[in-house]
């Protein structure tokens, strides 16, 4: 079995519309920062794997189901883990929950490139890191 990597959110009033209802587009923002937050997990950090590595991170692409809405001041848990790898990159599978209730589901495809925009091979150490987090291991 994998482990999670958990960031916990609070909603701001300005993450929310007029209703008081997080806009559909804050949730990509509460994923990016969990994926922020799980790379420091690791000791790692955009910055460092792209002065160590000479590498980015890259989203190309987004797979998200809104189930429940979220409201102004309710405390979020977001869940990942990568549910596959390549070569150049990974799936990560992440989960937005309140209360222990789902209420978004998002499958995020992400390539490792370097500085001309190609992709490149994920570097070992980074792998390893990231294995217990995987569910094929």
Known sequence: ???????????????????GVVYYANYLKYLERARTEALS??????????NNFGALIIVKSCNIEYKKSAYLED???IKSFLDSTSKTSFLMNQS????EELIVEAKI?????????????????????????TSSS
């Open 1 to 19: 079995m994998h482990k999670n990597f958990t960031h916990n959110v609070k909603v701001y009033y300005e993450d929310t519309d007029a209703g």
């Open 41 to 50: 997990t690791i000791g790692l950090s955009n910055t460092k794997i792209k």
């Open 75 to 77: 405390d979020l848990q």
């Open 96 to 99: 937005i929950f309140k209360d």
């Open 109 to 133: 495809h992400l390539v490792f490139i370097n500085e001309k925009f190609k992709p490149v091979k994920i570097p070992e150490k980074i792998l390893s890191e990231f294995k217990p987090y």
